[in-house]
């Protein structure tokens, strides 16, 4: 486990804040690891969130309308890291840059610079997202956090949007 004292002081946190965040890059990395080899896709997402019913199945088509278009992270909801879809290859490779960066920055902005240098200008959000974050206590020191998704449907029947081609 990488040293968690003595961190950079980027964006002027409290040590406590680098702290928290840079344990958490590691976390996750550690937890890719674990996973990578499990299954075709990997799917991000919280402890503390609710998922629309048939979430799988519509994650499952929205993969299938993509066919054919290169990818790196696809996003089903607009929270942070609350559900970012990566394909099992790509993440080996994205554990490793969490650890190579764990103390720079918090992994929601690292998962975007990965996904930037591996050449996905765009984000690729469905609209309709699939999961609400239901938490009202951040993990870090128990402070309140009461993040909702407007774009979370309970239930819907048909595909979510898809975002227009960027390849």
Known sequence: YPPLEGLKRNFNDPEDRVRFRSKQNVD???????????????????DDVHCTKHFLTVIKRNLASLEGISWVTLEFSKLGYIAKLYHSTDIPRLARFLMLFYQEMPCDWLFVHFRLLLTQKEEIRFRQSLFQHIGH???????RNRLKDEDFEEDFSQFPDNPPKIY
């Open 28 to 46: 996750y990395a550690y937890l890719m690891n674990f996973a990578s080899n499990l299954s075709t896709y990997y799917l991000m997402i919280e």
């Open 137 to 143: 206590y951040s993990s870090f020191q128990g402070t």
